[in-house]
């Protein structure tokens, strides 16, 4: 891609401060764009957005709240002076069967995987509207959204969930004028610091990453710099015919999905 794909353009990022929404953050900019860094870790996303310089802003932002998106688009107007790519990367993992899933883990998860994905693409889709230039919005899914777990009820349900949301949300924004876009990307396993988590329940980071390394046909976990190449097609106009797309990012574990890292669960 060229180094002034996105100039003039302004992004925002939920997530934005770590992992794949910060290295979706970092490409943006290192290709003519502006960023928001929306997270709800006020202080790491000061951080990274004083490292970026004039080129990005921090905003503190809860994603399951409306009042919170309602503010983060507002200052993005203030600061840049509109809005033209949303990127919809905030999200956590839960590792549960449904029998053993409690209520508030539910809508713990729910509200941030599913709710806040609904809430960036209502709030992103009027915000890039009122620019006049058309836009994008990707929204992230994952493998688990395709093929189930038991063990990854919620997680498997909300990100299946957003695959959907996102084709119904192409369907409306191409009727705007300009349309605008809306696509998905599915990780597969990412070498982020949402793996924590199953990590500790399984032995360790080492002994996690080794397995799902194991179960990844090219052999080694996905990189979010990988992830956000995707994302930064899809927010781009080289990408001006795509969407209600799906792009997979996996190294391919979707083709045979053995799974063998859970075994010890």
């Known amino acids: 891609m060229s180094e002034q794909d996105f100039a003039g353009r302004v992004a925002l990022v939920t ?57 983060a688009i507002e200052a993005t107007k203030a600061a840049f002076g509109g809005l033209d790519v949303v990127v919809n990367a905030a999200g956590i993992s839960f590792t549960s069967s449904v029998a053993n899933t409690e ?17 960036g693409c209502k709030h992103g889709l009027l915000a890039i509207a009122e620019t006049g230039r058309g836009g994008a919005i990707v929204n992230i899914s994952s493998v688990q959204g395709i093929h189930a777990h038991a063990a990854s009820f919620v997680y498997n349900t909300t990100k299946a969930a957003v695959r959907m949301m996102s084709k119904s949300v192409a369907l409306s924004a191409a009727l705007f004028q300009p349309p605008i876009r809306c696509n998905t990307v ?5 070498d982020t610091q949402i793996l924590a988590p199953v990590a500790d329940m399984l032995g360790g980071r080492e002994k996690l990453i080794a397995g799902m390394s ?40 979707t083709l045979p999905m053995h799974i063998t890292y859970t075994d010890a669960m």
């Open 15 to 71: 997530g934005g401060a770590s992992g794949i929404g910060h290295a979706t953050v970092e490409g943006f900019v290192a290709r003519g764009g502006r960023a928001v860094i929306a997270d709800i870790n006020e202080k790491l996303a000061r951080e990274r957005a004083a490292a970026l310089g004039d080129k990005a802003i921090a905003v503190t932002l809860d994603v399951a709240s409306e009042p919170a998106w309602i503010a």
């Open 103 to 119: 209520i508030e883990d539910w809508h713990r998860v729910v509200g941030i995987n599913q709710t806040g994905t609904f809430l």
């Open 186 to 190: 599915l990780p597969g396993y990412v």
């Open 214 to 253: 194991k179960d990844t046909p090219m052999g080694r976990l996905v990189q979010a710099s990988e992830i956000a190449d995707a994302i930064l097609y899809l927010a781009s106009e080289r990408a001006s015919m795509v969407t209600g797309a799906e792009i997979v990012v996996d190294g391919g574990l």
